[in-house]
T-cell receptor, first 116, second 108 residues
Framework: DGGITQSPKYLFRKEGQNVTLSCEQNLNHDAMYWYRQDPGQGLRLIYYSQIVNDFQKGDIAEGYSVSREKKESFPLTVTSAQKNPTAFYLC???????????????FGAGSRLTVL | DAKTTQPPSMDCAEGRAANLPCNHSTISGNEYVYWYRQIHSQGPQYIIHGLKNNETNEMASLIITEDRKSSTLILPHATLRDTAVYYCIVRVSDDMRFGAGTRLTVKP
């Protein structure tokens, strides 16, 4: 089945440690996105990538980094500079970026990060 | 900031139609309206989208007003499994912004 796989589902980290969340898609989608969700809140965009080797900051990029070396992969690193990293992280993809037409997002199941 | 306004919560009786409103008064002519839903601790699920015309699929119907400033998502026969947070979003030029959505509770 085509879809998006996020791993790990749950992750614990100590303060001061970097952690990388994996996001892989086999939908042959060009665009990929990372969102953060805090309890009772909507989704906030961290980073997005419309094409391999290119990505743009979203609303809350500080303390995060990404790479897009392959079309199917868009890992997110939560660095020690992120002051409140405990959250639910969601990865998504779409056939195309924002250039034109409809842009339906397919989401992964999410990764829950807890900083101890 | 989200470009849409939704009520924070709604209740619906099981088997009845659930009508979820959304205001998007600043929508541009080429912007689509999308609806997603999120069941607790899962990734959001796409439901339906539209530009000008009303749309229907196996999950729901989308009614968009003629001036496109508001829309309504209709779940024709709500079940307990439809309890979720429903997000109405309008495509922005460089991102897809999700607000807090409407928490729909379907009651027996």
């Amino acid at each position: 089945d085509g879809g998006i796989t996020q791993s790990p589902k749950y992750l614990f980290r100590k303060e001061g440690q970097n952690v990388t969340l994996s996001c892989e898609q086999n939908l042959n989608h060009d665009a990929m996105y990372w969102y953060r969700q805090d309890p009772g809140q909507g989704l906030r965009l961290i980073y997005y990538s419309q094409i391999v080797n290119d990505f743009q900051k979203g609303d809350i990029a500080e303390g995060y980094s990404v790479s897009r070396e392959k079309k199917e992969s868009f890992p997110l690193t939560v660095t020690s500079a992120q002051k409140n990293p405990t959250a639910f992280y969601l990865c998504a993809s779409s056939e195309q970026g924002f250039s034109s037409g409809a842009n339906v997002l397919t989401f992964g199941a999410g990764s829950r990060l807890t900083v101890l | 900031d989200a470009k849409t306004t939704q009520p924070p919560s709604m209740d619906c009786a099981e088997g009845r139609a659930a009508n979820l409103p959304c205001n998007h008064s600043t929508i541009s002519g080429n912007e689509y309206v999308y609806w997603y839903r999120q069941i607790h601790s899962q990734g959001p699920q796409y439901i339906i989208h539209g530009l000008k015309n009303n749309e229907t699929n196996e999950m729901a119907s989308l009614i968009i007003t003629e001036d496109r400033k508001s829309s309504t998502l209709i779940l024709p026969h709500a079940t307990l499994r439809d309890t979720a947070v429903y997000y109405c979003i309008v495509r922005v030029s460089d991102d897809m912004r999700f607000g807090a959505g409407t928490r729909l509770t379907v009651k027996p």
